[in-house]
């Protein structure tokens, strides 16, 4: 079965990057179609991006697109969120999944962005 683990996250400045991973434990991605979601506090949970099993397919949420870019590496089971020109919207713990979820939702990792 597969374990979701989402790293990378941290505080940041407005205007910096950082990047995101999400790795696969116990399995693979597949064919699956991967993605990226956030909640911030009293928020409910919403889309960010989303990425086909090739990675020529790709899609996001117009809060975030220009500025953010999803990736993934199978061969590593590991799906990547790049964020630039981060502001404080962008504060948030951000989850990955399948889309439309279907997995056991990980810890998350959480983005703190500074104004």
């Known amino acids: 079965q597969v374990q979701l683990v989402e790293s990378g996250g941290g505080l940041v400045q407005a205007g910096g990057s950082l990047r995101l991973s999400c790795a696969a434990s116990?399995?693979?991605?597949?064919?699956?179609?991967m993605a990226w979601f956030r909640q911030a506090p009293g928020k409910e949970r919403e889309f960010v991006a989303a990425?086909?099993?090739?990675?020529?397919?790709?899609s996001y949420a117009n809060s975030v697109k220009g500025r953010f870019t999803i990736s993934r590496d199978n061969a590593k089971n590991t799906v990547y969120l790049q964020m630039n020109s981060v502001n404080p919207e962008d504060t948030a713990v951000y989850y990955c999944?399948?889309?439309?979820?279907?997995?056991?939702w990980g810890q998350g990792t959480q983005v703190t962005v500074s104004s």
């Open positions: 116990g399995g693979t991605f597949g064919y699956n179609t």
């Open positions: 990425i086909n099993w090739s990675g020529r397919g790709t």
């Open positions: 999944n399948k889309n439309p979820p279907s997995l056991g």
